[in-house]
C-alpha cells in the first residue's frame, strides 16, 4: 500500500534556529496537508498544499508541495518554544482518504 | 472558531463489549472521517461517509465496526466486540464539500479508547 516516509524522525534544536523537514513517497498525491499534534490531542491543520510546486506560507510555516507529486516540505522559521510537538505530513491520491507520514518530534531548546 | 468535538474523551471497556464513539463535525461541513492512532504510531484512515453512506472504508474497518448519522448534528462510530488492539486515540475528522476547501479535513481531539 502507499507509505509516507518522513524525516527526519525526531530533531532537538535551539530556540529561534530554523527547522526543515519533508515527507517523500514513491506514490503520486493530489494534496498535501501539514498537521501538528501536541501530545493526548487532536492534529491541528497547519497548511494545505493543491498544486504541484505550490509554496505555502502561514506566519512561520512555509510548505511546499514537490514538483514530482511525490515529497512535500515544511519549514519553521525563527523557533520557538511552543513549536513543540510532532509534524505530520498527510496525503490524498485521489478519493477523501488521507495517508499520514510516520511523523517529526520537534523540540525546542530554550 | 467552529471545531470538531468528541466525546467521551476517555473510554475504557472490558474485552468483548460494545463502545459507541461520538462526534460533531462541524456545522456546515458534509464529509465525515474515522480515523484511529495507537500510542505512538501514526493516524491511519478507517472510513469516510458522506450523504448517509460510507464513501470508502480501509481494511481495518470490517463488520466490527459501523457508522452512523443518528440526527443532524451527531456522528457515531461503534465497535462491537471490542478487542485488547482495539486500544487506541479514535479521531472524528470532517470537511466542506463542493468548495475550494474541500480536501481540508480538521480533527477533533480524540477518544481514548482503552479496551482491558
Known amino acids: 500500500g502507499q507509505q509516507l516516509n518522513q524525516s527526519p524522525q525526531s530533531m532537538f534544536i535551539q530556540e529561534g534556529e530554523d527547522v526543515s523537514m519533508n515527507c517523500t513517497s514513491s506514490?503520486?498525491?493530489?494534496?498535501w496537508l501539514w498537521y501538528k499534534q501536541d501530545p493526548g490531542e487532536g492534529p491541528v491543520l497547519l497548511i494545505a498544499?493543491?498544486?504541484?510546486?505550490e509554496l505555502t506560507s502561514n506566519g512561520r510555516l512555509t510548505a511546499q508541495f514537490g514538483i514530482t507529486r511525490k515529497d512535500s516540505f515544511l519549514n519553521i522559521s525563527a523557533s520557538i518554544p511552543s513549536d513543540v510537538g510532532i509534524y505530520f505530513c498527510?496525503?490524498?491520491?485521489?478519493?477523501?482518504?488521507?495517508?499520514f507520514g510516520t511523523g517529526t518530534r520537534l523540540k525546542v531548546l530554550a | 472558531e467552529p471545531e470538531v468535538t468528541q466525546t467521551p474523551s476517555h473510554q475504557v471497556t472490558q474485552m468483548g463489549q460494545e463502545v459507541i464513539l461520538r462526534c460533531v463535525p462541524i456545522?456546515?461541513?458534509?464529509?465525515f472521517y474515522w480515523y484511529r492512532q495507537i500510542l505512538g504510531q501514526k493516524v491511519e484512515f478507517l472510513v469516510s461517509f458522506y450523504n448517509n453512506e460510507i464513501s470508502e472504508k480501509s481494511e481495518i474497518f470490517d463488520d466490527q465496526f459501523s457508522v452512523e448519522r443518528p440526527d443532524g448534528s451527531n456522528f457515531t462510530l461503534k465497535i462491537r466486540s471490542t478487542k485488547l488492539e482495539d486500544s487506541a486515540m479514535y479521531f472524528c475528522?470532517?470537511?466542506?464539500?463542493?468548495?475550494?476547501?474541500?480536501?481540508?479535513?480538521?480533527f477533533g481531539p480524540g477518544t481514548r479508547l482503552t479496551v482491558t
Open positions: 506514490s503520486i498525491f493530489n494534496t
Open positions: 456545522s456546515n461541513h458534509l464529509y
Open positions: 498544499l493543491y498544486k504541484a510546486g
Open positions: 475528522a470532517s470537511s466542506e464539500w463542493g468548495t475550494a476547501s474541500s480536501y481540508e479535513q480538521y
Open positions: 498527510a496525503g490524498r491520491s485521489g478519493t477523501y482518504k488521507y495517508i
